[in-house]
């Protein structure tokens, strides 16, 4: 058995850095680490929240892809507020790629008409530009969420109407 642990997805810096592992293993035990803003875009934490108060997911994403991405961007233009956990950890058991993940850049088949052909990512990149728009215009915040990505830190929040 082979011992081994390392960050996940570490060949993708976008989906997990904002975590920031160096400074989770030198946070103290007795606080949660405030993240005022999300490093990109394409951040995709693991996340421990109420289903009660958690949006819900976007069931147009299918497959493979943007599913997280969507929630958390919808998860922060309604107002939650994110923080890193200290010393809490998960295990991801590593699994060969899902029908799904394989199916994903592969172009609709030829019997389609060759303008309308598109891959899965294609579609879901499309589908989350739409999400985005319309989960903006349903936002209390005009500018930006209270989690903003950080290289926008000098943006003002400020409430619709207010």
Same mark, same amino acid.
């Given at each position: 058995?082979?011992?081994?642990? *390392? $960050?996940? =997805?570490? @060949?993708?810096?976008? +989906?997990?850095?904002?975590?920031?592992?160096?400074?989770?293993?030198?946070? +103290?035990? =007795? #606080?949660?680490?405030?993240?005022?803003?999300? +490093?990109?875009?394409?951040?995709? /934490?693991?996340?421990?929240? #109420?289903?009660?108060?958690?949006? @819900?997911? =976007?069931? #147009? *994403?299918?497959?493979? +892809?943007?599913? @997280?991405?969507?929630?958390?961007?919808?998860?922060?233009?309604?107002?939650?507020?994110?923080? $890193?956990?200290?010393?809490?950890?998960?295990?991801?058991? /590593?699994?060969?790629?899902?029908?799904?993940?394989?199916?994903?850049?592969?172009?609709?088949?030829?019997?389609?008409?060759?303008?309308?052909?598109?891959?899965?990512?294609?579609?879901?990149?499309?589908?989350?530009?739409? *999400?985005?728009?319309?989960?903006?215009?349903?936002?209390?915040?005009?500018?930006? /969420?209270?989690? /903003?990505?950080?290289?926008?830190?000098?943006?003002?929040? #400020?409430? @619709?109407?207010?």
């Amino acid at each position: 058995i082979k011992r081994e642990c *390392f $960050v996940f =997805d570490y @060949k993708n810096p976008h +989906g997990h850095s904002t975590t920031d592992y160096v400074g989770w293993i030198r946070q +103290g035990q =007795d #606080r949660i680490r405030d993240l005022s803003c999300f +490093g990109t875009r394409r951040y995709e /934490p693991y996340v421990i929240v #109420r289903k009660c108060a958690s949006p @819900k997911f =976007d069931e #147009r *994403f299918t497959g493979y +892809g943007k599913n @997280k991405i969507q929630h958390l961007y919808h998860m922060r233009w309604e107002g939650f507020r994110f923080g $890193v956990f200290p010393r809490g950890f998960i295990i991801h058991v /590593p699994h060969e790629k899902s029908k799904a993940k394989l199916m994903w850049d592969i172009k609709d088949s030829p019997d389609h008409n060759s303008a309308q052909r598109m891959s899965h990512r294609e579609r879901m990149d499309n589908l989350y530009s739409t *999400f985005c728009e319309e989960i903006k215009r349903s936002s209390p915040f005009e500018k930006s /969420p209270p989690t /903003p990505i950080c290289k926008s830190s000098s943006s003002t929040r #400020r409430k @619709k109407g207010k």
